[in-house]
């Protein structure tokens, strides 16, 4: 394997679409000058995995291309996680990227997705990460018909902010970027996440054994109007950036059940 060069900035891309997805494929072409560019991603599709790690099984890496490799049935974390053995000696990358993710992010739905949970590993260790997603008209919409040259341009725009210093990630913290698709981007605009609407979309079925099984459907994005969300700067034309702190404390509740009595047990 090649060894890295120590007077390059170390950037690792990781996704939850798989290593043949378009969107990996564009992230590694904007951030290729940046720095050398490792590429570890899941050999197949792992969105909604969240950021579950392997361990009832092993895990083996298969080259795809110089720096470039899949990891055979692997999460987003795991090939975030095994990197850096296999990549850097043990040492880490100047950062982690996760994406350019085939549909979006937004609101509740980081907990699900596999595209932020690739960023929270490299986090976890102390790097700054970014976890990127592309929104799409419909799931039934190609890759190829989105605006990639747009997405491109934001992905490294704020990966270069982010090595450059000019945007600091806090410790344990990332950056869940959205992209909307719109044929202009109106600019950036740093933002909480929205409140996310959700519902029921199992669908009930029998295969020709009369076997009854489930297949899970998707939402339309459905959220509460409120200025300020990531869903907000998304719907009015803004790429969205939210920093998402990976200590979950629900503070305001913490302070109010400090004073909850429940007496000897």
Known sequence: MKLYKRNLMKILITNDDSFEAKGLEVLVNAVKDLGEVYV?????????????LTITKPLRF????????????????????????????????????????????????????????GAMEGALHGI???????????????PSEIDWDQAAKAAR????????????IP?????????PNTKKIKGFKFTKLGYRLYGNDAHKHKN????????????????????????DAIKNGYVSITPIKLDMTGYEALNELKNTDLGDL
């Open 171 to 179: 410790h344990r913290h990332i950056l869940n970027v959205n992209i």
């Open 40 to 52: 570890a991603a899941p050999a197949f599709p792992k969105s909604a995995c969240s950021h579950s």
């Open 208 to 231: 020709p054994r009369g076997e009854e099984y489930y297949w899970i459907g998707l939402h339309p994005l459905a959220f509460k109007e409120e200025k300020g969300t990531d869903f």
């Open 128 to 142: 700054p990460s970014i976890a990127f997603s592309q929104l799409i008209k419909s799931y039934d919409n190609p």
């Open 157 to 168: 725009k704020i990966t270069k902010a982010v090595l450059d210093g000019k945007i600091k």
């Open 62 to 117: 298969i080259k795809v291309a110089d720096n470039f490799y899949k990891l055979d049935d692997g999460t987003p974390t795991d090939c975030v996680y095994l990197s850096f053995p296999e990549f850097f000696g043990g040492e880490k990358p100047d950062i982690v990227l996760s994406g350019i993710n085939h549909g979006a992010n937004l609101g509740e739905d980081v907990t699900y997705s596999g595209t932020a949970g």
